[in-house]
Nanobody, 126 residues
Framework: QVQLVESGGGLVQAGGSLRLSCAASGRTVSTSDMGWFRQAPGKEREFVAGVSWNWSGDIYYSNSVKGRFTISRDNAKNTLYLQMNSLKPEDTGVYYC??????????????????WGQGTQVTVSS
């Protein structure tokens, strides 16, 4: 069974940048569609970005982060990344890494992912 551990969260001023990492252990995630989600206080968990495992490397972003965030993966290191630039206060929340998406399901559907990390807090001050 794979375990996911996020890191890289913290407190940053608006306009700043953070890079989140999601290290997988237990088995390879090189053949797993993966994604990032976030949850703000009092709100539902929402999709941030997703990346496929196959040769095409399809990438998806929510409209709210498109152009500011970049998802990437390093299969050799069994790690998923999320580069976050031009951060806004509304980006504040707990960021979760997810793996093992059900084939054919939407990346934006959190219920499609089987494996989750424990989350890392991102706080953007105004």
């Amino acid at each position: 069974q794979v375990q996911l551990v996020e890191s890289g969260g913290g407190l940053v001023q608006a306009g700043g940048s953070l890079r989140l990492s999601c290290a997988a252990s237990g088995r390879t995630v090189s053949t797993s569609d993966m994604g990032w989600f976030r949850q703000a206080p009092g709100k539902e968990r929402e999709f941030v970005a997703g990346v496929s495992w196959n040769w095409s490397g399809d990438i998806y972003y929510s409209n709210s982060v498109k152009g500011r965030f970049t998802i990437s993966r390093d299969n050799a290191k069994n790690t998923l990344y999320l580069q976050m630039n031009s951060l806004k206060p509304e980006d504040t929340g707990v960021y979760y890494c997810a793996a093992d998406k059900t084939p054919g399901s939407a990346y934006s559907d959190s219920e499609a992912f089987i494996t989750w990390g424990q989350g890392t807090q991102v706080t953007v001050s105004s």
